[in-house]
Each structure stands twice: as C-alpha cells, then as structure tokens.
C-alpha cells in the first residue's frame, strides 16, 4: 500500500504526464471492453433457449439458391418428417413470409400496424421457451383460422398494454377479428432480434399444418430439437433417406432437402467471422496503447534516474525500486480502466439501441458481470505489461552511475534508447497492419455502394399500407388501393406514385416460372421472384424501360394477363430471341401460364451484393396473389414536409388505415449494407485511433531523443551547421524507425489479408493501392511526428543550450 500511495503522490506530480496515461489507456481498455460486450451477446452469450445445443436448424437446400423459397419446406413435409423421424424430439417451424400478410390492430388510439410471425403450435416447445405470462398455443387453435389466438412479445406487451397481466385471457382487434391474447414470451427471448433482426414482432399466431397451407408450397423455416445422442449430420442423413421415399410417393411436391445444422451456426455463423477479426482488432488496439504508455513509462524512469539513485544510496533495493515502477503502471491502468469501462457502457448501450444493424442479438449487448470481469483481467494485464519494460530498465540500469552524472539529464544509455525505437516500430507496424485492413474493407465497401441498384431511392418514401377490410374481389381490393393512390396524387409536391407487394432488396419469394415449349429435366425448372404492382410503380422508382411497354390501362382485370421481366429473365428464358410476345409458364403442368411479356425492364439486385436474380412483375388488376402494400411516393419537396401531409391524405381516404410505418428509400438502401457498415465502421475506427496512439508514441521517442541531445545540436549549429541539415538529421531518424515499422507491417498484412477475404466484395484481398496508400499514410503521420521536434531543435539557441 506505500507503494500505491507513493505512486499516486508521484503521478499527481505530473499531471500532463498522467492525464495523456490515463486517456491512452482509457480509449485501448474501453474500446476492448465495449467490443467484449458486443461479441459476447453475438457470438458466446448462450441463447435463450433450453439446451440450445440439441436445436437443429433445417432448410431445403435443394436449389441453390438463396431465395426463401428455395431454402424453405412445405407444410406437409414437416408433418412427414415429425411421423418418421426418430432423430428428433419435436420438430416446429415459423412461416418464412408472415411479413407478406396484413395486420392491423385496433386500439383506443386508432388503428396501428403491427408485426405478427405464423408459428406451429409446438414452436415455443421446441424452443424450449415458455411465456412469461399465460401459456402456449394448444392444439385446437392451430387447426384451421378459426380460432385466432395471440402471444404478446415482452417489449410490445410493455409498449402497447403498460405491463398489464390483465391482457392474458382478453381479446384485441386485429383485421375486424377478435383475437385472444393467451400469453407474453419472457423478455429474454425477442423473437426478432434472434430469427429477424433489424425487424419488430410485436406478436405470434399459430399455423395451421393442412391442406390449406401445404398448397401455399415452400413457407416453413424448420427447428427440431434432436434426441440425446442425435447430432445435425446423423439428423441431416436420416431426413435424406426419408426425403427419396416421400419424392417417389408425391412427385408432385416437386424437389425438397433437408440440409441441417445447429440453430447456433444457423444465428451465429455468418457473423462470427467479423466479429472475431474486429475483435483481434481491438485487441491489437490496446497492445499499441500498452506499447505506447510503456514507452512513456521507460521515458519517465529514464528522467527520474537521479531521483532513483539517491532511493537505491538510501538503502532501497532493486526489487523496491521495480516494484515501485509496477505500482505506478497498475495505478494508472486502474484509473484507465474506470475511465473506459464508463465509455465502453455508453457504447454499448447506444449501439444497442440502434436499428439500423441487421445483426442477431446485437440488442442483447452490453456491460454485463461476465464484461467487467474480462475488463479487470483486461486492466491487470495491461498494467503489467505497461509496467514491465521500465521495471526491467531500472533493475538493470546502473543506478550509482546517475549520481556522477554531469547535468539534470544525464545520458539515458543506449539500451533504454534501443528498447524504446524497438517499442515505436511495434506500434508502427500493428498499426499499419490495422490501417491497412480497414483500407480493403473500406475499399469493398466504396464497391458496394458503387453497385447499380436498378431504381433511384433519392427523394422517395414508401408506407407500408395494411387495410382492416375485406373484399370479396380482387377488382373491389384494387380499386380501394387505387382510391388512396388518387388522393395522394392530389398532394401538392408530389411527383408520382405507386404500389407493389414489397419493396427492392427485401423479401425474395420464388415462383416457377419456365418458357413457353422448352424442356427441362426433372426438379430443374427455371423459377423467378413475383413482384405485385400497379401501373405506376415501376415509373415511379425510375426502373428503366429495356424494350416494349410498362403497365398500363390495356392491363385492366378483364384483360389478357400481362408480364413485364426484369433484363436477366429476358435473357435466361429466351437467349438470342425477342422475349415481347413469349408466354411465361408456370411449371404446374397443364399448360398453365401467367401471361405475355410485354416489356423488359432493368435488374434490380435482390440484395445490394447479391447477383442479379431473375424477376416478373404482374399487374395487381389481374393477380390476387398479393396482402400488404407498400406504396412508394416521389417527390421533389423535402421529404419531411411529405410525410405528414401523405398521412393526412391516407387518413381522409380512409380513417381507419395506420399510415405510422413508413420509410425514405435511402434508408432501405442503407439497412442493405449495415452489416458491412458496422464492420467497416468500428475497423476503420479502432485504425485510425492505432494511428494516432503510433504517431504519438514516435513524437515522444523523437521529442525525447532531441532533449537528450540538445547539446549535441547546439554544438552542431554554433560550429556552422545549418538548421535545415539539423531538422533533415532528426525527421530522418523519425523516417527510418516509421520505414522499418511499415516494412514489417506490410509483411504481416500480406500474410493475414486472407483472412478478411470473405468480408470483401469486387477486391482483391492483395490489392495493390490499398496496400500502398495506407502504407504511405503511416509514413506520412511519421514525417509529421518526426518534423514537429525537428523544427522545435533547429530553433534552439545554441549559447542559451550550451550554457
């Protein structure tokens, strides 16, 4: 305890000294303790579910694809599998496309969307997962539609009912239908933020598995809970061999698959490679801040030699004296620590809170005890490394020689001074290495915004539209829809507008769909994404025209169904021929088609770095295959002043419509790459800080060398030499330690680039103006470093130095 006290009566000597430690340490420790609570809700934390280990997560996989529909199953295949299997307890699943369906709540302040996911009655079984209040779906409400019932999520149950236990065993409005409310999922378990992130559910409805829904065709993501022993491949091997014997009894459910693996990969596994990296990351981060204040420390010990000599004449041994300098690196690591554990919350917290990251559990994130114990491990472990090197010196160093010493300087020796130069290329050359990583992703990510989306998302915004109403037509549905379009028209500064049943870069259902007297083999049917919209839509998101016409009024109900392509389809279908005039089949024999391409249109990727995808759109007049609406507006006024005036004009149109959800095309295209964003955002940040943290760290190497040979230089200039040879001999010094540490960087960097290699896109992991530019930046930094004590040396009064 002496030793902390005098080590904090020592640091409180210095206070320039100590606040630059203490900040270093700070932004290195809170930087790894904020990224620990992220990865740990990510990728470690165990999820919320009961023996999370036995879920199997289970897709189709038998297209290739990357479509819901391809990687989704049937409803009656489920119920094939759950009769035969014997790898699993219970097998459950969630409809892959309740985000098509409508829901609208009607409440004491009017109607409200909501979000609901269609679950099998034995969902939350499966899971494990048992509501907090109220209980499970039972069998009789899962049959058919008849018997609606509803299970709150916790955070819509806080928002909407105030916490009330009262909800449970009551009725709420949903689409004119009373829906009974039988129970809250606990708050542990958010259903989005596990199987949908970025998305809010506010609540779940069972779905029937029948007739009715097998006919609906591939809808299911599948969860089983395996039995003790049965592993994903022994379970993915067995539904294989079931799957042979179900294709010969019903061809006519076409080609399904059964590729399994744990829920764990399924939620985890696509992201956990980023996350590793930024935490290797953040890692190296701290190593530079350690570097840097052991740097310091070496520096300060150098300067109180004098002061340790006469301690050591006095009677103190070598093993007080290094005790000493560990005392003082672990009080300044602790003061560090508190300082960046307090900014780590904050990051956390408010990262947390974002929706503008599509990444499972993110919203789970945050300090928790399993963090400040990492952060305490983190704190001892960097005092002890910061602390080392100067303990080292000063037990070797010849501590009676500093006595005779002539000056208050003395000569610092040149293993102090080797050691330090040794600790600036370290911090050089990680920090290069860091620089250069976030330069590949921040180049991928410049390629990702550089693709071509297909439409304009500037000055659009889209309302997500879920009528309470039923029709008995599709024309009646059509021309309530065309209603409200009219009257948004009428608002002023409104350009244009239109419908579709989803928006760009969202939702990827699949259809058969093959041309007219081509063949294909068995399960080999060529398919395209459906896209429901009006004769606007398609004009209005500026979707270029290749060839023929968009929809228009030739495209009524009564009329010839008609088709527009997207450019791909175009070219797939009908390669070297007019695709104008071709019918487009459908793949359910008899002849059945879906009506004449009358125009082609440009691709819209499905996703902003998928490849371009072969798409159809029908006209809403003619094809009832469609629920919600999105309706895009375009404008030419700021889009703050449309919104409330599209919601007065919804709300006269139709006062019961909820016209809250809505969304700036810019912003989905933003949503499309936030992933890539976050990665490419936190790299480049926790870089430039490991450039800053090197490039102080070769100022204070630089400043201190100058002060050391501040006689040296007034000898140089009194004897005729000039300043700007004095300032080339110190920026040169500077220049060949940043060189030696770029070089080494470099190296490192061309070994590891690989493993960034599946978070680029349309570079090479080895590319060559990367590498160069952010190597010329660290040399850069270095010069400015270097040049700032160099100019301050060239000034010196050689008679005042001499003196």
Same mark, same amino acid.
């Given at each position: ?124 079984? $499966?899971? /494990? ?94 969860? /089983? ?199 600036? %290329? ?6 290069? %290495? ?42 009646? @549905? ?9 009257? %948004? ?64 009024? @030739? ?76 309706? %895009? ?91 700007? @040879? ?43 103006? $990367? ?33």
């Amino acid at each position: 305890m002496n030793d902390f006290r005098l080590a904090l009566r020592q640091l409180l000597k210095t206070p320039g000294f100590t606040a630059v430690a203490v900040l270093t340490l700070a932004f290195g420790i809170g930087a790894c303790a904020a990224m620990f609570g992220i990865i740990n809700a990510v990728l470690f934390k165990p999820l919320p579910f009961r023996d999370a280990q036995r879920l199997a997560w289970i897709e189709n996989g038998s297209f290739g694809t990357s479509s819901m529909s391809a990687r989704t199953t049937r409803a009656d295949v489920l119920l094939d599998w759950r009769r035969q299997s014997r790898s699993f307890e219970e097998l459950g699943g969630y409809n892959a496309f309740s985000d098509y369906a409508q829901y609208t709540l009607i409440g004491k302040s009017g109607p409200q969307r909501v979000r609901s996911v269609q679950v099998t009655q034995n969902f939350l079984d $499966v899971l /494990g997962v048992r509501p907090s209040l109220g209980r499970n779906f039972v069998a009789d409400e899962a049959k058919d539609w008849n018997a609606p019932a509803a299970i709150l999520s916790h955070r819509f149950w806080q928002q909407q009912f105030g916490a009330s236990a009262g909800v449970v065993g009551s009725t709420i409005t949903v689409n004119d239908k009373s829906v009974q409310v039988v129970g809250v999922l606990p708050p542990e378990f958010d259903f989005d933020s596990v199987f949908s992130p970025g998305s809010k559910v506010d609540l779940l409805t069972p779905f029937p598995l029948n007739d009715d829904t097998a006919a609906w065709g591939n809808t299911l993501f599948v969860v /089983g809970r395996l039995k003790p022993g049965s592993t994903p491949p022994s379970a993915q091997t067995e539904l294989e061999t079931i799957n042979v014997a179900l294709q010969a009894e019903h061809p006519e459910r076409g080609q399904f698959g059964a590729a399994t693996t744990s829920v764990e990969q399924h939620i985890r596994g696509p992201f956990r490679p980023a996350f590793l990296i930024l935490f290797g990351a953040v890692l190296c981060l701290l190593l530079i801040a350690c570097l840097n204040l052991s740097n310091l420390l070496l520096t300060r010990g150098q300067a109180r030699r004098k002061e340790i000599a006469v301690r050591v004449a006095l009677g103190a041994s070598r093993m007080d004296i290094a005790r000493q300098a560990m005392a003082e690196s672990l009080v300044l690591a602790f003061a560090g620590g508190l300082l960046g554990v307090g900014l780590a919350v904050f990051a956390t917290s408010g990262l947390a809170q974002l929706q503008a990251f599509d990444v499972p559990l993110l919203r789970q994130a945050g300090i928790d005890t399993s963090a400040l114990f990492f952060a305490l491990a983190v704190i001892c472990a960097s005092g002890a490394l910061c602390g080392a090197l100067p303990a080292v010196q000063l037990w070797r160093g010849d501590l009676r020689g500093a006595l005779v010493e002539v000056g208050s300087s003395g000569n610092s020796g040149t293993d102090a001074a080797r050691v330090r130069r040794v600790l600036v %290329v370290s911090q050089v050359a990680l920090a290069c %290495v860091l620089l250069i990583g976030a330069g590949l992703l921040i180049r991928s990510f410049v390629e990702v915004l550089g693709v071509k989306l297909g439409f304009q998302p500037r000055q659009a915004m889209s309302w997500r539209l879920d009528t309470a109403r039923t029709f008995d037509k599709n024309a009646e @549905r059509a021309a309530y829809y065309e209603r409200l379009l009219q009257r %948004v028209l009428a608002v002023p500064g409104v350009e244009s507008a239109g419908m579709s049943d989803t928006l760009p870069l969202g939702r990827n259902r699949t259809w058969s769909a093959g041309a007219e007297g081509a063949a294909y083999a068995q399960y080999q049917y060529p398919v395209a994404s459906p896209r429901l919209i009006d004769h606007r839509y398609l004009q209005t998101m500026h979707v270029p025209l290749l060839a023929g016409r968009y929809f228009d009024a @030739r495209d009524a109900s009564e009329a010839a169904p008609a088709v527009v392509v997207n450019e791909t389809m175009a070219r797939t279908l009908w390669p070297g021929r007019d695709p104008l005039g071709q019918k487009v089949m459908s793949g359910r024999g008899s002849g059945e088609n879906y009506g004449v391409v009358v125009g082609v249109v440009g691709d819209i990727p499905r996703g902003i770095e998928d490849r371009a995808y072969a798409e159809m759109y029908f006209d809403m007049r003619q094809n009832q295959d469609w629920g919600s609406v999105e309706l %895009v507006v375009r404008t030419s006024q700021p889009l703050a002043t449309l919104i409330p005036a599209v919601r007065a004009a919804l709300h006269e149109a139709d006062p019961e419509l909820a016209s809250e959800d809505y969304v700036a095309l810019d912003e989905v295209v933003d949503r499309a790459v936030a992933p890539r964003r976050l990665t490419t955002s936190m790299l480049g940040g926790f870089s430039s800080l490991a450039l800053l943290l090197a490039g102080l760290g070769l100022y204070g190497v630089i400043a201190y060398s100058v002060t050391q040979r501040s006689r040296e230089i007034a000898i140089r200039v009194a004897v005729g030499s000039r300043r700007s @040879r004095v300032v080339r001999l110190i920026v040169g010094e500077g220049l060949r330690i940043a060189a030696i540490g770029v070089g080494i960087g470099l190296v490192v960097a061309l070994l590891g680039s690989q493993l960034l290699k599946s978070l680029l896109f349309g570079i090479s992991a080895l590319d060559p103006g $990367v590498f160069a530019l952010n190597g010329a930046i660290v040399l850069g930094v270095a010069l400015l470093a270097s040049l700032i004590p160099a100019l301050r040396a060239a000034a010196t009064d050689p008679v005042s130095a001499l003196r």
